[in-house]
């Protein structure tokens, strides 16, 4: 069965600090790997994707990813935080087109919640 | 302004009482999803419907029930049978024909059962 581990439950970092969130996978197929993020009182929204190509995909808001797949790994990366970065973030994993029945559904992470303080 | 809505935002029931949660979108996606979120455990799929008429179950539908009826409107209905139904509820939807798995989200409805 398809799985996703995030390493951190709380992450609590000072405004300019560096982050990193990890991702792990289970999964025996072909994945499309994401990042959502949960601003506190907002939607959930997508901060970046990876579907093929180059490993390391850039989202919004300074974010970036680097899919290894050696490892089943996604992480999550900002070189320097902000305040308005506070918010809960969850990887997730679907399977690819063609290649499973799980196409389309997302399997997510059980959240990271960052704090940034001022 | 395209997008998905919930409603409501907040909605309590005493115990023992069905509930129905409305989501609508007008994105005229084809697929849409509904997602339970509790602290500490992410988003579990409930329901999924990749086309009008049809859905299937997620991960955890006991003591859920949905409809399909039209391709903008994916009602989840709480059955008194759902043991413990307080939980914010998120539903999605995504356009299909997509390899990417992309979702987009409402703003949900948090629900408590009193």
């Known amino acids: 069965a398809q799985s996703v581990s995030q390493h951190n439950h709380h992450v609590i970092l000072s405004e300019a600090a560096s982050l990193e969130l990890g991702c792990n996978y289970s999964?025996?197929?072909?994945?499309?790997l994401f990042w959502y993020v949960q601003y506190p009182g907002q939607h959930l929204q997508l901060l970046l994707k990876?579907?093929?190509?180059?490993?390391l995909v850039k989202g919004i808001k300074g974010f970036e990813a680097e899919f290894i797949k050696s490892k089943f790994s996604f992480n999550l990366r900002k070189p320097s935080v902000q305040w308005s970065d506070t918010a809960e973030y969850f990887c997730a994993v679907s399977g690819r087109a063609g290649t499973t029945d799980s196409w389309g559904k997302l399997q997510f992470g059980a959240g990271t919640q960052v704090v940034v303080t001022p | 302004d395209g997008g998905i809505t919930q409603s409501p935002k907040y909605l309590f029931r005493k115990e023992g009482q069905n509930v129905t949660l409305s989501c609508e979108q007008n994105?005229?996606?084809?697929?849409m999803y509904w997602y339970r979120q509790d602290p500490g455990q992410g988003l579990r799929l409930i329901y999924y419907?990749?086309?009008?008429?049809?859905?299937q179950k997620g991960d955890i539908a006991e003591g859920y029930s949905v409809s399909r009826e039209k391709k903008e409107s994916f009602p989840l209905t709480v059955t008194s049978a759902q043991k413990n139904p307080t939980a914010f509820y998120l539903c999605?939807?995504?356009?299909?024909?997509?390899?990417?798995?992309?979702?987009?989200f409402g703003p949900g409805t948090r629900l408590t059962v009193l």
């Open positions: 419907s990749q086309i009008v008429n049809d859905f």
């Open positions: 994105l005229n996606h084809d697929a």
């Open positions: 999964y025996g197929g072909t994945v499309n």
């Open positions: 990876y579907f093929s190509g180059d490993p």
């Open positions: 999605a939807s995504s356009p299909h024909g997509t390899q990417s798995g992309e979702q987009f």
